[in-house]
């Protein structure tokens, strides 16, 4: 039973261009969360998807930043016009369905480094 | 004030010995607590969930004090490979699925 799975691993982008961070999640949970980390900082809540519905976006940046869970297909955190600031990982996990249950699983991770 | 906080450390401490963890949360209503380990530059992995009994598994022991407001996590005969970062997590209130992270206490154990 593969766990959740994330690419890139690493991922090097100048000033102004995308970001795609993808996340598999384990299989049988339906809700994904994606979360940021920054050297000598805690993890930050980003966003917390179900398939096909966001469902809490308040540690989004109001800016370049999106999410989204379609119902085929990996979860992707978007990263349009990218600033040295958002080198980070950024880390997607994943929890089984049932209210109260929140054990979460990550995934490896995605560094993205932004020169 | 922090919604969760942590002793930073360094926790140096030699093999075999005992070592606590504190880790507290300033929402009252918050239900569901956890401990997570981080290696350096991996993913956090789930250690333990925190029940309101206590629970135990293996050297591990983790309570919950909810009028003090802290959870605890205790480790008996501690091993090299128990060196890494211990994060704490905590819920808000109600149904809300975001868990809040405290920074994490840095552990260390020598040989």
């Known amino acids: 039973n593969a766990g959740v799975m994330q690419n890139p691993r690493h991922l090097v982008r100048r000033r102004g261009q995308e970001a795609r961070l993808r996340c598999s999640p384990m299989k049988g949970h339906s809700h994904v969360y994606w979360y940021r980390q920054l050297p000598e900082e805690g993890l930050k809540f980003m966003v917390y998807l179900q398939k096909e519905n966001i469902i809490d976006e308040s540690g989004m940046p109001k800016e370049r930043f999106s999410a989204e869970f379609p119902k085929e297909g990996p979860s992707i955190l978007r990263i349009q016009q990218v600033v040295r600031g958002d080198s980070a990982a950024y880390f997607c996990?994943?929890?089984?369905?049932?209210?109260?249950?929140?054990?979460?699983?990550f995934g490896e991770g995605s560094r993205l480094t932004v020169l | 004030r922090k919604e969760v906080e942590q002793d930073p450390g360094p926790f140096n401490v030699p093999e075999g010995a005992t070592v606590a963890f504190n880790c507290t949360y300033s929402?009252?209503?918050?239900?569901?607590f956890f401990w997570y380990r981080q290696d350096c530059r991996k993913e956090p992995k789930l250690l333990m969930s925190v029940y309101s009994s206590g629970n135990e598994d293996g050297r591990f022991t983790a309570q919950l004090n909810r009028a003090s407001q802290y959870i605890s996590l205790l480790i008996r005969d501690s091993k090299l490979s128990d060196s890494a970062t211990y994060l704490c997590a905590v819920n808000n209130a109600g149904n809300n699925r975001k868990l809040i992270w405290g920074l994490g206490t840095s552990l260390a154990v020598n040989p």
């Open positions: 929402n009252s209503a918050s239900q569901s």
């Open positions: 996990a994943s929890s089984p369905s049932g209210k109260g249950v929140l054990e979460l699983f």
